[in-house]
């Protein structure tokens, strides 16, 4: 049996004790580590999408600040 081969989960019954049971909790912790990581992945990769997108906010808002500093709405009436 390789790692890829599905294991049924039966709700029903069964415990680690059981027969093909240390196989079905094995593979349990094995599927909950993957998920893990993969977890972990998407939140590292959000981060990083985050932190590019508030250097270009911060960015935009510098250029627009300036701007309409320099511009008629910041001289005295």
Known sequence: ???????PYDET?????EING???TSKRVNDGNAL???LMN???????????YSN???NWSKKWFDH???GKLSSPM
């Open 1 to 7: 049996m390789s790692n890829t081969d599905v294991i």
């Open 13 to 17: 019954g069964g415990s680690f004790w």
């Open 22 to 24: 240390f196989k079905r």
């Open 36 to 38: 893990c990581n993969d």
């Open 42 to 52: 998407m939140i590292r990769e959000r981060s990083e999408i985050e932190n590019k």
């Open 56 to 58: 270009l906010l911060r």
């Open 68 to 70: 309409i500093g320099k």
